[in-house]
Nanobody, 111 residues
Framework: QVQLVESGGGLVQTGGSLRLSCAAS????????MIWYRQAPGKEREFVATITSSGSTYYADTVEGRFTISRDNAKSTVYLKMNSLKPEDTTIYYC?????WGQGTQVPVSS
């Protein structure tokens, strides 16, 4: 059974940084693309970043230059380093490895 567990969220001030982690079990992470999404309650899900099995990365325009996605295949973990956080980054962040999802981790950014 595949499980994805996010961690690293928490209250941060505007301009601050956080690193989210997504630990995977039940699947060889290196063989798959991994995606970070975010979704606030009552709002549409928004793509944030993805890293392919070959290591290529792609970002939403809203986070390009501020967020960095990376992976450690030996630890079966994907990371999302978030710098220069803004109040509009406040939401719940989820990692996904189709068709599996984590439970999400909250990132409130105070103004």
């Amino acid at each position: 059974q595949v499980q994805l567990v996010e961690s690293g969220g928490g209250l941060v001030q505007t301009g601050g940084s956080l690193r989210l982690s997504c630990a995977a079990s039940g699947r060889t992470l290196s063989n798959y693309n991994m995606i970070w999404y975010r979704q606030a309650p009552g709002k549409e899900r928004e793509f944030v970043a993805t890293i392919t099995s070959s290591g290529s990365t792609y970002y939403a325009d809203t986070v390009e230059g501020r967020f960095t996605i990376s992976r450690d295949n030996a630890k079966s973990t994907v990371y999302l380093k978030m710098n220069s956080l803004k109040p509009e980054d406040t939401t719940i962040y989820y990692c996904s490895n189709d068709p599996y999802w984590g439970q999400g981790t909250q990132v409130p950014v105070s103004s």
